[in-house]
């Protein structure tokens, strides 16, 4: 059992949550890997430059699209490194547990909410 501690209260991930979670990562990774391939494929060949030039906002929204794959697949591998380190559930800013109901939404989680936010705006006012 994943055991996390907040103050007094502590915080349980249950072997079945870990295993449901452990298993959303995972369709996530299957997911984010066969959007990459397909990506991929579908990048324009020497033959298909004339397209490119007629349609460059489609080859920049594919361009867009594969670095978010991207970056979502670093993330979901990360969760199941930090699953199987039993690190997994742990802000990366703050160490105490990520909210379960949060870790649900979005299992790839490294933050909290609380610091999740703090990030945002701190990235936000360095703009």
Known sequence: MNHQTIGDR?????????????ADLHEQLLFRREQLRQLASAAPSR???????????????RVKLAASARMVLADVEAALRRMDEGRYGACHRCRRPIDRDRLTVVPQARYCAGCQHACRRASEAGR
């Open 47 to 61: 033959a298909d430059d004339a397209l490119q030039r007629r349609a460059p906002s489609q080859v920049e929204v």
């Open 10 to 22: 502590a915080m349980f991930l249950t072997p079945e949550e870990l295993g449901a979670l452990r």
